[in-house]
C-alpha cells in the first residue's frame, strides 16, 4: 500500500519558505553574489534624494519552431546520438557521465537545428540521454520527439525576476548611490541558475557610472518548473529593472529621462559596478542621441501631446532605454573553457574548418565561411564547414553567450594562419598559392592531412576575481539604444508597437543580412515578453503549454524593427566583431513599458503589461461615447 | 488495419495513392508515410502554420486535415516548389532556422499568385498564420515584396 502524504509546494519564489519547504540551507538560497563597489550605505545616507522601487519579470518560454529531438542508436561499441542542440560537448559530458562511458564510446552529432536562444543549452542533455537508454535496452535505434505541449510543459523557460532599486541622486539627477537587489526563481532544480544569476547582477547597474554600488543576487529554490538559459541570460530581467527605474526616477525628481541618461551614461575612463575600466572609444552619448533622432523622438512626442489631448480612445508614447551586453563567458568562462579550432587543408585544395559550434539559424555556417575564405583568400564554395560531430570536431566550447562570432570566429582566423604555418607558407600567402601548397602537402603526406588549430588564450589586459566579482567581467560590451513608440486603445488595454528604431555599436557587421536579422528577431522576441508573453500555471504546472494561449508575434503584431549598426572593432574579435546575438532582447522591454507609461500616465512595474495587468494600473479611461457624441474615426 | 479507406490524390502534380486511417493527418501521411518531410510539424494545433501546404490551391494547415478528405484533391506541398522562384527570400533574410520556412514558402508563393489580395489586405496581415520565432518578420515581408516586384526583393 502506498501512502501519499502530500507536503504544500513552494510556488512562489518571493515568498519566504516555511521550514518544511527548506530544499537547501536554511533559506532555500542556493546562489548569492555580491557587487560591491565604495560605499553604498554611507552614500545613500548622505544622497539628497533617494527614490526606491521594485520591478519584475515574468517566465518566457523560447517557442523555437522547431521542438527538442534526438535519435540514438549504437554503432558497435559506441552510442550514437543525432539532434536538435546548442552544445554537443555538453551533450557528451551528461551522456558519457550518466551511463558510465568513456568519452570515446560516445558521439554526439549535431543535426542543423531549428532555432535555439538558449532552451536547447542544456535540457537537450536529457532528451539524449532518454534516447540512449532506450536505445541500449532495446537494442534498436530510438527517436525521441517532443510535441509542442510537452515541449512547453516540461522544458526549461527565462526566470521570473523580482529586483530592488534603492538609489541615491543629487537634485539634478546624477547617480550617487545605487543598491540593488535581485532574486530569481530558481524553479525546482539548479540549472545554469547560478550562471544566470551573474550575468543578471553585472548587468544590473546598467551602462551608467556611479561610485557606490552594491548588487546582492540571489537565486533561490521553488517547486516551479525548471528555469534556465534563455537568449540575454539574466541581463533582460535586470536591465528591464535599471531602465524602468531611470524613468520612474526622471518622473520623480521631474528631470528629462533623456538628460538622466546623458548625465549619467558611462565615460571612457569610468568604471563599471565590477571596477572594469572602460575605454573603448564608443560615445556613448552620441549612440542614443542618433536613435532618438532616428526614432523622431522630440517630434513625435510634440504629436502626442496633441493626438493624447484629442483622441477619445487612443494614447501614444514613445520610450526608451539604454543598455549595454557583454558578450561571451563571464569572467573567467571562457579561460575555463579552453576552446580549440582546426582549421584543415583537404587533398583536392579545399579548405575545413572544424569547431563544435553549430548553426541554429543565426549564421555560424555563413561567418565561419566568411571569416576562413577572408583568411586565406579563397573563394567561400572552397570552404567547407564540418559537421558538429565530437567524433571529429575539437571542444570550441558551446553556442551561446554571443561568443561563436567573436571569440571562436576570431580562433578560425588564427587556426587559418597557423595552418600557413603548418604549410611553410608566410603570412601574406593567400588564395592560389595556398592551395597548391595544401595539395603539394598532401601529396608527400600519403593519407594526412595539413592542420592549423588555435586554443583561446585570454587577453593580457583582461583581469578578472571570482572571489570579489572585481574587474573585467567581459572583455568587451556592445552599447545600444532602443526607441519605442507605442500606442494603447482604452477600450481594450491592448499595446501596439507603431515604430522601434534599434541602435547598436557592436564593434564590426561581419554580415549586414544576418546582423540585422538578429537585432529583428530578438527585438520581436522581446516585444512578446514585455507585452504578449506569460506562462500561466496551476499548482506548478504551465497551463497554457500550447500555440493556442500562449501567444507570441506574428507579423501582424509588430511594425518593421528599424536597424542601424555603428562600428567600433574590437581588437580581440574575428574582424573586431563583438558578440550581437543577446544584446536586441535587452532593450525592447523597457522602451516599450517606458514608452506605455508615457502614452498613459500608468506605472507599470511588472511584465509582461497585458491589457488585463495594464487595465488594473491604469487611471486612464476612454472618454465615454455619451460626451464625445457616440462615435469615434481614426 | 481494417479501418483504412484507400485514397488517391494528386501530390505535386503526380497521382498517388494510398490507405489512411480515419485518425491520420494529412502532415502524418505525407511525412511518415509518403517521406516528404519537407512539411514540418511546429505545434499540431494550426496556430504556427509550419505545415502549410496548399489544398486545391489554397493554404491549409495539413495538421488539421484528416488525410481521408483530400481524396480527390490536389495537394502542393514545398518540394513542389521550384527552388529559383524563391530567390527573393533567400536574399532577404527571410529564414534563419528553417523550421517555419516550409510554410513561410508555401504562403509567400499563394500570396505571390494572388496579388489582388493585397487590394484588402496587407502582407503582414496575409503571413500572420506563419509564426516566426527568428527573424521579427522583416525579412519575410520583404521577400514577398521581392516576389511580388520580381526585383529580388532585397533593401
Redesign the interface.
Known amino acids: 500500500e502506498i501512502v501519499i502524504d502530500p507536503e504544500p509546494p513552494l510556488l512562489d519564489y518571493r515568498m519566504l519558505p516555511s521550514s518544511q519547504q527548506i530544499q537547501y540551507g536554511d533559506d532555500n538560497v542556493f546562489k548569492h553574489l555580491r557587487i560591491e563597489k565604495g560605499d553604498v550605505e554611507r552614500a545613500l545616507r548622505d544622497a539628497p534624494i533617494v527614490v526606491e522601487g521594485v520591478y519584475e519579470t515574468g517566465a518566457q518560454e523560447?517557442?523555437?519552431?522547431?521542438?527538442q529531438g534526438m535519435i540514438a542508436f549504437t554503432d558497435d561499441d559506441v552510442v550514437v546520438i543525432k539532434g536538435s542542440m546548442q552544445c554537443p560537448y555538453y551533450v557528451l559530458k551528461a551522456v558519457t557521465h550518466a551511463l558510465a562511458r568513456d568519452a570515446e564510446q560516445v558521439r554526439i552529432v549535431q543535426t542543423?537545428?531549428?532555432?535555439?536562444?538558449g532552451g536547447k543549452e542544456e535540457y537537450p542533455s536529457t532528451v539524449a540521454l532518454h534516447a540512449a537508454l532506450l536505445a541500449l535496452k532495446a537494442g534498436r535505434p530510438v527517436k525521441i520527439v517532443y510535441?509542442?505541449?510537452e515541449d512547453m510543459a516540461a522544458t526549461t523557460k527565462r526566470h521570473p525576476s523580482w529586483v530592488r532599486h534603492r538609489t541615491g541622486l543629487d537634485s539634478a539627477g546624477r547617480l550617487l548611490a545605487q543598491h540593488i537587489e535581485v532574486v530569481i526563481d530558481g524553479g525546482a532544480y539548479v540549472t545554469l541558475s547560478p550562471v544566470v544569476l551573474s550575468r543578471a547582477v553585472i548587468h544590473a547597474a546598467g551602462p551608467y557610472f556611479c561610485e557606490h554600488v552594491r548588487i546582492d543576487g540571489r537565486a533561490v529554490f521553488s517547486n516551479a518548473v525548471p528555469f534556465g538559459a534563455f537568449r540575454g541570460f539574466g541581463a533582460p530581467q535586470t536591465q528591464f529593472a535599471n531602465e524602468r527605474h531611470m524613468d520612474v526616477i526622471a518622473r520623480t525628481l521631474d528631470v528629462d529621462p533623456v538628460t538622466l541618461r546623458r548625465i549619467n551614461l558611462i565615460r571612457d575612463g569610468q568604471t563599471t559596478s565590477t571596477g572594469q575600466v572602460i575605454a573603448d572609444g564608443t560615445d556613448r552619448v552620441a549612440l542614443m542621441e542618433q536613435a532618438l533622432e532616428l526614432a523622431r523622438y522630440e517630434e513625435k512626442q510634440g504629436h502626442h501631446r496633441g493626438f493624447n489631448a484629442v483622441h477619445p480612445t487612443l494614447r501614444r508614447g514613445m520610450g526608451f532605454a539604454t543598455f549595454y551586453h557583454g558578450a561571451g563567458f563571464t569572467g573567467s568562462g571562457e579561460v575555463m573553457l579552453r576552446s580549440v579550432v582546426y582549421v584543415a587543408g583537404r587533398a583536392d585544395g579545399r579548405v575545413e574548418v572544424l569547431s563544435a559550434n553549430i548553426e541554429?539559424?543565426?549564421?555560424t555556417l555563413t561567418i565561419f565561411t566568411q571569416l576562413a575564405a577572408e583568411r586565406l583568400g579563397y573563394d567561400p564554395d572552397d570552404i567547407v564547414i564540418a559537421e558538429a560531430d565530437t567524433a571529429r570536431v575539437p571542444n570550441s566550447g558551446p553556442t551561446v553567450a554571443s561568443r561563436t562570432s567573436m571569440i571562436v570566429g576570431r580562433l578560425v582566423e588564427q587556426a587559418c594562419d597557423d595552418l600557413r604555418d603548418k604549410l611553410g607558407l608566410e603570412q601574406s600567402v593567400r588564395g592560389p598559392a595556398v592551395r597548391k601548397a595544401i595539395i603539394a602537402w598532401c601529396k608527400a603526406h600519403e593519407g594526412e592531412t595539413p592542420r592549423g588549430s588555435a586554443q583561446y588564450q585570454k587577453p593580457r589586459e583582461v583581469t578578472w576575481d571570482e572571489e570579489s566579482y572585481r574587474g573585467d567581467a567581459y572583455g568587451t560590451f556592445a552599447w545600444a539604444t532602443y526607441v519605442a513608440e507605442v500606442e494603447v486603445d482604452l477600450r481594450t488595454y491592448g499595446a501596439r508597437v507603431l515604430d522601434f528604431v534599434a541602435v547598436q555599436e557592436i564593434g564590426k557587421v561581419l554580415n549586414e543580412?544576418?546582423a540585422?536579422?538578429q537585432?529583428?528577431?530578438?527585438?520581436?522576441?522581446g516585444i512578446g515578453w514585455a507585452i504578449m508573453e506569460e506562462c500561466r500555471w496551476h499548482a506548478g504546472a504551465m497551463t497554457n503549454h500550447?500555440?493556442?494561449n500562449y501567444i507570441?508575434?506574428?507579423?501582424?503584431?509588430?511594425p518593421?524593427?528599424r536597424v542601424h549598426f555603428l562600428e567600433n572593432p574590437y581588437r580581440h574579435g574575428a574582424q573586431g566583431a563583438k558578440g550581437l546575438g543577446e544584446l536586441p532582447i535587452d532593450g525592447p522591454a523597457p522602451a516599450i513599458v517606458n514608452a506605455i507609461a508615457a502614452a498613459t500616465g500608468a506605472d507599470p512595474r511588472v511584465i509582461p503589461v497585458t491589457p488585463e495587468r495594464l487595465m488594473t494600473l491604469s487611471d486612464a479611461r476612454p472618454v465615454s461615447t455619451a460626451s464625445t457624441g457616440g462615435v469615434n474615426h481614426e | 488495419m481494417s479501418d483504412t479507406v484507400p485514397i488517391t490524390f494528386t501530390l505535386n502534380g503526380s497521382s498517388v495513392s494510398i490507405a489512411v486511417s480515419a485518425r491520420e493527418r494529412l502532415l502524418d501521411v505525407l511525412r511518415y508515410r509518403m517521406a516528404f518531410t519537407g512539411t514540418?510539424?511546429?505545434?499540431?494545433?494550426g496556430?504556427?502554420g509550419?505545415c502549410t501546404v496548399w489544398l486545391d490551391g489554397i493554404p491549409v494547415n495539413s495538421c488539421l486535415v484528416p488525410a481521408y478528405q483530400v481524396r480527390g484533391s490536389n495537394v502542393q506541398t514545398v518540394e513542389g516548389l521550384r527552388v529559383d522562384d524563391l530567390d527573393p527570400l533567400l536574399?532577404?533574410?527571410a529564414?534563419?532556422?528553417?523550421?517555419?520556412t516550409p510554410g513561410v514558402v508555401m504562403t509567400a508563393r499563394w500570396i505571390q499568385d494572388h496579388p489582388d489580395l493585397l487590394r484588402t489586405h496587407?502582407?503582414?496581415?496575409l503571413?500572420?498564420?506563419?509564426?516566426?520565432?527568428?527573424?521579427?518578420?522583416?525579412?519575410?515581408?520583404e521577400g514577398v515584396e521581392g516576389l511580388l516586384s520580381g526585383d529580388g526583393g532585397?533593401s
Open positions: 523560447h517557442v523555437y519552431l522547431e521542438n542543423p537545428t531549428g532555432g535555439g536562444f510535441d509542442r505541449g541554429m539559424g543565426q549564421g543580412t544576418l540585422r536579422g537585432v529583428q528577431g530578438g527585438v520581436v522576441q500550447q500555440l493556442t507570441i508575434p506574428t507579423s501582424d503584431d509588430v518593421p524593427i | 514540418k510539424e511546429g505545434c499540431g494545433e496556430e504556427c509550419a536574399r532577404s533574410g529564414t534563419q532556422c528553417g523550421a517555419c496587407t502582407i503582414r496581415e503571413m500572420a498564420g506563419n509564426l516566426c520565432r527568428c527573424t521579427g518578420y522583416d525579412g519575410i515581408v532585397a
